[in-house]
């Protein structure tokens, strides 16, 4: 099932043959401008997936920061990953526990995403994403897309609702 425009943001997935049922195994990625983020053959668990996606539509709409959208790729990139990841102190730490920087952080914390970051920050007009696939990568794997505003909160909506009804679905099932 692909939710969205592959070549704008997507999410494509599809539930294992042998599924698990509540555990909902299954293959699941982002698409970014045509670029696949995620280890969709890997696989994972679809059903903490859509937990994952439960939370970060709490911040739809929440994602507009006019000072991070106009920073270059690499230095908003840089901060958000900065002060989330902390692996080096950030002079944005501070600043980033207040405005609640983690609602910028928009991939699932699943095993399949293990080596990708992707953060979205909005303006009034329209959506950012900041993302790199692979950590190996460095400064020279940090791409950058530009979407419409609310393509990405419509997307997880839907996913997060097709998700939720199998899971409802294999709830009624256990005895």
């Known amino acids: 099932m692909i ?15 042998d599924y698990g049922g509540v555990w909902m195994f299954g293959g699941i990625c982002y698409f970014i401008k045509g670029k696949q983020i995620g280890d969709y053959e890997l696989g994972t668990s679809l059903r903490d997936v859509m937990f994952h996606l439960h939370n970060m539509i709490r ?3 929440k994602r507009i920061h006019e000072e991070l959208f ?6 908003l990139f840089n901060r958000l990953n900065d002060v989330l990841y ?6 944005y730490e501070e ?11 928009i991939v699932p914390r699943v095993d399949i995403f293990d080596e990708s970051k992707v953060f979205l920050v ?11 696939e692979g950590i190996s990568q460095g400064l020279r794997g940090i791409n950058e897309a530009y979407i419409n505003k609310g393509e990405f909160d419509r997307v ?5 609702k097709q998700l939720d009804n199998i899971y409802d679905l294999e709830l009624m099932k256990q005895p």
């Not at 902390?86 to 002079?91: A, H, L, M, P, T």
């Not at 997880?156 to 997060?160: F, G, P, R």
């Open 70 to 75: 106009h920073l270059s790729k690499f230095e």
């Open 59 to 61: 911040d739809n709409g």
């Open 122 to 132: 909005e303006d009034k007009n329209q959506s950012r994403i900041v993302f790199r």
């Open 95 to 105: 600043v980033g526990l207040q405005e609640m920087w983690a609602r910028f952080d």
């Open 3 to 17: 939710i969205g425009d592959k070549s704008e943001f997507a999410i494509e997935y599809e539930l294992a043959s």
């Open 156 to 160: 997880i909506c839907e996913t997060y």
């Open 86 to 91: 902390g692996y080096k102190d950030s002079e």
